[in-house]
């Protein structure tokens, strides 16, 4: 098979020639037909993730057909398309395992980070921890709600659940998770405030044009108060901002795996109970529950399509941010 594989840390990825991996008991070997391209493989390619594994062939968002299934696996068929997803296996027997918190398992492994991922050709996933994705919709459309998408709504559910009520959101940082997540907002009858790098009138407007009602830079307050704000930008800088938009008793969620250092903030702007926490990971029943509304609400992908020996095209141009929507690595 063929890879782009983090050698070092901090390194371009190199494009390789491995042998075909083969499926152990449990597990199934997918033909990659499609692999999004995350912040967090920039997260991990610039070594901002603790205790790096490399080599390491990136990659989370993974499309592919099966076509070879390991020992004990059950439940799907050679040429079934699925989906391979950020958390890639837990250990069901920790304590937060136990109690349903998989997403927060002491011993996981996370897809292009602990384990190959889909930047490749080939790769081979926990059959527990993929997910059917049935045949309507392109490959390279679907990649995104794999990450972006999951932890978009992941993100969404936890905000509900801390701020009560929600009628007014705010996304801080306009990128794959949000231009998904604004889609999934506006059309269960949600009113959304994008919030992009000061100055970036594109990625307002594109905003605007997938249902935000307003849009504005990081550096503006909303014209109303927010009744919860997600953070997707991994900029510390932001906390102070989003806390001061949200209503009392309202909600700022965290939502990246990384984010630089929170600056100090005035024990004002988090009292009257606004309540500042942070996401996870996901769980299985995430992904369920997501790639079943995903396609009930219409949502569409924005997607920018690099061939596989590209990827460190594409990590160059997410780091700028010189496209709207998400990358997408095609073989």
Same mark, same amino acid.
């Given at each position: 098979m063929h890879a782009m594989v983090l050698q070092k840390i901090g390194a371009p990825l190199e494009w390789t020639v491995r042998p075909d991996p083969l499926p152990g008991p449990g597990q199934i070997r997918l033909k990659v037909s499609a692999c999004g391209v995350c912040r967090t493989d920039l997260h991990v390619v610039d070594g901002e993730l603790p205790h790096p594994h490399v080599p390491i062939i990136p990659g989370h968002e993974i499309v592919g057909r099966v076509d070879l299934i390991g020992p004990g696996v059950s439940g799907f068929e050679v040429g079934e398309r699925v989906g391979v997803p950020w958390l890639g296996h837990t250990c069901q027997a920790c304590g937060p395992c136990l109690s349903g918190h998989e997403n927060l398992c002491d011993h996981p492994e996370f897809t292009g980070y602990s384990r190959d991922g889909g930047y490749a050709t080939m790769t081979v996933a926990d059959a527990r921890f993929a997910f059917p994705l049935g045949d309507k919709g392109e490959d390279a459309a679907l990649a995104p709600l794999l990450c972006a998408g999951l932890i978009g709504w992941r993100a969404f559910k936890i905000a509900g659940r801390s701020a009560g009520r929600i009628e007014r959101i705010g996304l801080f940082g306009f990128g794959a998770a949000a231009h998904i997540l604004a889609?999934?907002?506006?059309?269960?009858? $949600?009113?959304?405030?994008?919030?992009?790098?000061?100055?970036?009138?594109?990625?307002?407007?594109?905003?605007?044009?997938l249902g935000a009602v307003w849009a504005g830079g990081s550096d503006e307050a909303p014209p109303e108060k927010l009744d919860a704000a997600i953070i997707f930008a991994p900029v510390g800088a932001l906390v102070p901002?989003?806390?001061?938009?949200?209503?009392?008793?309202?909600?700022?969620?965290?939502?990246?795996? $990384?984010?630089?250092?929170?600056?100090?903030?005035?024990?004002?702007?988090?009292?009257?109970?606004?309540q500042l926490v942070s996401v996870a990971n996901l769980t299985r029943r995430d992904g369920v529950e997501f790639l079943r509304l995903a396609p009930q609400l219409g949502i569409e992908t924005t997607t920018k399509i690099y061939p596989l020996a590209e990827a460190n095209a594409a990590l160059a141009d997410l780091r700028a941010g010189t496209f709207d929507g998400a990358a997408v690595l095609v073989p």
């Open positions: 889609q999934v907002a506006a059309r269960q009858g $949600h009113e959304v405030f994008a919030f992009t790098r000061p100055g970036d009138r594109s990625s307002q407007d594109f905003a605007r044009a901002p989003a806390l001061r938009a949200v209503r009392k008793g309202g909600a700022v969620v965290c939502a990246g795996i $990384h984010m630089s250092d929170i600056p100090s903030f005035p024990y004002s702007i988090l009292w009257e109970e606004r």
